[in-house]
C-alpha cells in the first residue's frame, strides 16, 4: 500500500539555523498538509497546501515558516530561523482529491531537536 | 474547551476486555475520524464517519456519531496487547482541502 514517507526521522539543529523537513506524499494525492506535535500533546494542524499554494494555515504557522513543492513529488516545510519550542515531531500527510470523505494519510514523522 | 476532547485520557485493560472512548466536539462537522499512534510513530486512520451517519464497524472497531450531542465514541472489542496505542479522534471541517482538528487522545494500554 502506498505510504508518505518523511525525511530525516530525527533532525538536530543549533537554535537560529534554518531546517528544511522533506515529505513525500502518496502520488496521486492533491492534498498535502503538515502538523506538529510537541511532546505529550496533541497534534496541531499548521498548513495545507494545494494547486501549489497554501489553502489554510494556522496561527503556529508563522513567517518563520514555509512550505513548497519543488518538484511534483515532494513537499518541504522549512523553518527560516529555529527557536527552543520548535522541538516537536512534524507529520506530513496527503489526500486524494477523491470526494470531501478521503482520510488524510500521515507519514512517521520527523523528530526535531533544537538545541 | 477545545474541539475533538477524549475521554478518559488514560485507559488500562485486561487483553480480551473491550475498550471504550469517547470524544467530544464543539462545531459542526464533515465527518469525524480515528486515527491510532503507537510511541513515537506516525498516525493511522482508523475509521471515518460522515455527519449523517450514526454507527460504522470495521473489524473490531465500532465507531457512533452523535451529532446532537456532539459526540463520537470508539469501541475496540477483544482487545490485544497489541492494540495499546494512543487514540485520537479528529474532527473535519470543510470539503475541500479540509480541515482536520486533533484531540488531545486516549492512552490505551491492555494488558496481556
Known amino acids: 500500500e502506498p505510504e508518505v514517507t518523511q525525511t530525516p526521522s530525527h533532525q538536530v539543529t543549533q537554535m537560529g539555523q534554518e531546517v528544511i523537513l522533506r515529505c513525500v506524499p502518496i502520488?496521486?494525492?492533491?492534498?498535502f498538509y503538515w502538523y506538529r506535535q510537541i511532546l505529550g500533546q496533541k497534534v496541531e494542524f499548521l498548513v495545507s497546501f494545494y494547486n501549489n499554494e497554501i489553502s489554510e494555515k494556522s496561527e503556529i504557522f508563522d513567517d518563520q515558516f514555509s512550505v513548497e513543492r519543488p518538484d511534483g513529488s515532494n513537499f518541504t516545510l522549512k523553518i527560516r530561523s529555529t527557536k527552543l519550542e520548535d522541538s516537536a515531531m512534524y507529520f506530513c500527510?496527503?489526500?486524494?482529491?477523491?470526494?470531501?470523505?478521503?482520510?488524510?494519510?500521515f507519514g512517521d514523522g520527523t523528530r526535531l531537536s533544537i538545541l | 474547551s477545545q474541539q475533538g476532547e477524549e475521554d478518559p485520557q488514560a485507559l488500562s485493560i485486561q487483553e480480551g476486555e473491550n475498550a471504550t472512548m469517547n470524544c467530544s466536539y464543539k462545531?459542526?462537522?464533515?465527518?469525524l475520524q480515528w486515527y491510532r499512534q503507537n510511541s513515537g510513530r506516525g498516525l493511522v486512520h482508523l475509521i471515518l464517519?460522515?455527519?449523517?451517519?450514526r454507527e460504522k464497524h470495521s473489524g473490531r472497531l465500532r465507531v457512533t456519531l452523535d451529532t446532537s450531542k456532539k459526540s463520537s465514541s470508539l469501541l475496540i472489542t477483544a482487545s490485544r496487547a497489541a492494540d495499546t496505542a494512543s487514540y485520537f479522534c479528529?474532527?473535519?471541517?470543510?470539503?475541500?482541502?479540509?480541515?482536520?482538528?486533533f484531540g488531545i487522545g486516549t492512552k490505551l494500554q491492555v494488558i496481556p
Open positions: 462545531t459542526s462537522i464533515n465527518n
Open positions: 464517519i460522515r455527519s449523517n451517519e
Open positions: 479528529a474532527t473535519v471541517v470543510g470539503g475541500g482541502y479540509q480541515k482536520v482538528t
Open positions: 502520488s496521486n494525492h492533491l492534498y
Open positions: 500527510a496527503s489526500r486524494s482529491g477523491q470526494g470531501a470523505h478521503q482520510p488524510q494519510h
